[in-house]
């Protein structure tokens, strides 16, 4: 078998459940009503009986005949009278009875004693319900006389017959609010769900720009926006790949180009030897450098990543860092005025916090020009170890700055690229700082300089 739709589901729960409310409903009222009006009708004919009963006491015949009369003629209520002794001693049925033993043994033996009878019962001569009273008269404890008084109960049917009307447009009328309440549900229901599907099966397919269109606040309208932001995402991830992708060839593509065209001129006999390993050896650096970056900071970038966390005494690193740079800093004639705060004891994993150096002072470097100076500070604020880096070299353009932390990203490519730089050191530096719950911030000022200020939390020696 088929498995039924969302829709037919809930169609056949709507269904189903409005065929059961309207069945208990119209059999409770009918229910309800027929018992009430039963009541009612022996209420009356007890009182009607318990009337004639008085006035047969009365021992007016003639007013006692013409009360008989009167009820019979003036209500729906039949009445029987007879003092027959026979009747009523005997078995014998009552005369409009005939044929019909209306009365059972035991009921007689009841009106004997005295006793008043209600009852409803089919009559087959009447060929219907009746409901029924009968009161035994007795005279002296001898049964005298009886009155049975009765009413067809066809005449409930007919008093149904009002409410009846009433309750089928009640039922017509709920069913047409169904059939709207159902078909507005189940197209809200269903319309976003088969949306849904449409679009996961694009992202599926690797198609992350469709978007639903979203309605409401309610749970379907909020899992939509999670399939919307988990598209956008995707999308983001999507197309960082292929920049990334992108950005990575190019940079391989730049010293392959160099060293083809550097080997042909050595075949040609253009270039020498000399100068053709020096291309080779610079350009292997350049590639092994990229490779090497690119690794690093795949790893940084995967969340289970360790930092080997200990004491780091921020001075002593950079001081190691600074010892390290010596012969550049002199090459260059950089002047490097340093104030260190020797208490200064961070969380940190001590040869990732060098890596971070390194990265920011080999940026001073290479974007300061001869004679300048570069200042370094470590000091303590609040809960974190600060490290500064300030150099007077060509500084960042304002627009920039935002950008210089993205893989890849130079200011000027050309001129970096003849430094040496990949684009990918202050990515690596922003990893870093991340996994060791730190900040870095950059203040520049083109043709100024250039200030970055590290905060990594300070080790808790409790
Ligand atoms: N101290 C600095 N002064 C001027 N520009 C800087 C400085 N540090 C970083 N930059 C700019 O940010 C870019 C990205 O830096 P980085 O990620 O270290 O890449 P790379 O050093 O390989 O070029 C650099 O190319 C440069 O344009
Ligand atoms: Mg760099």
């Not at 049975?148 to 009002?162: G, K, Q, R, S, V």
């Not at 020096?278 to 930092?307: C, F, I, N, W």
């Not at 300061?368 to 370094?376: D, L, V």
């Amino acid at each position: 078998m088929k498995p039924l739709s969302i829709r037919n589901k809930i169609w056949l729960t709507i269904t189903s459940v409005s065929v059961l409310t309207i069945i208990l409903v119209v059999v409770v009222s009918y229910y309800l009503y027929q018992t009430l009006y039963i009541e009612k009708q022996t209420e009356t004919l007890l009182k009607q009986g318990q009337a004639l009963e008085q006035s047969y006491y009365e021992n007016n015949p003639e007013n006692f005949s013409k009360r008989l009369d009167w009820l019979d003629n003036s209500s729906d209520t039949s009445v029987i009278f007879t003092e027959d002794p026979m009747l009523l001693a005997s078995g014998a049925p009552f005369d409009s009875f005939a044929e019909e033993n209306l009365i059972t043994f035991s009921e007689r033996q009841d009106l004997l004693k005295g006793k008043t009878l209600t009852f409803t019962k089919y009559h087959t001569g009447l060929d219907q319900e009746i409901s029924a009273v009968v009161i035994p008269l007795s005279v002296e404890n001898r049964l005298k006389a009886v009155i049975f008084l009765y009413i067809p109960l066809t005449a409930i049917a007919e008093a149904f017959e009002p409410i009846r009307n009433f309750l089928l447009v009640g039922v017509v009328l709920v069913i047409f609010l169904l059939i709207l309440v159902g078909t507005k549900m189940t197209n809200r229901i269903v319309q976003p769900i088969k949306q849904m599907e449409k679009v996961a099966k694009d992202i599926a397919q690797g198609d992350f720009s469709k978007r639903l269109l979203i309605k409401g606040e309610d749970e379907i309208a909020s899992l939509a926006r999670s399939i919307n932001t988990m598209s956008s995402n995707l999308d983001e991830v999507d197309r960082n790949r292929r920049e990334f992708l992108g950005n990575v060839s190019h940079e391989l593509r730049t010293p392959i180009s160099y060293l083809k065209g550097y080997s042909e001129g050595l075949e040609e006999g253009i270039i020498p030897i000399q100068k053709f390993a020096e291309t080779v050896k610079k350009e292997t650096d350049r590639m092994d450098r990229l490779v090497h970056d690119l690794l690093d900071l795949a790893q940084l970038e995967g969340d289970s990543y360790p930092m080997n966390k200990e004491p780091v005494i921020l001075a002593e690193l950079v001081k190691e860092v600074l010892e390290r740079f010596r012969l550049t800093l002199d090459d260059k004639s950089l002047v490097t005025e340093v104030q260190l705060d020797d208490v200064v004891v961070v969380n940190g994993d001590y040869g990732r916090l060098d890596q971070v150096m390194e990265n920011l002072l080999s940026n001073a470097i290479k974007f300061s020009s001869a004679n300048r100076k570069i200042r370094i500070l470590v000091k303590e604020r609040k809960e974190t170890g600060v490290l500064e880096i300030e150099d007077e070299g060509i500084g960042i353009p304002e627009e920039d700055i935002p950008y210089i932390f993205e893989r890849f990203y130079r200011v000027e490519k050309a001129r970096t690229r003849k430094s040496g730089g990949t684009g990918l050191g202050l990515s690596i530096v922003q990893q870093i700082i991340n996994k060791h719950e730190g900040r870095i911030h950059v203040d520049s000022k083109r043709g100024k300089g250039t200030v970055v200020i590290v905060e990594i939390p300070l080790f808790d020696f409790q």
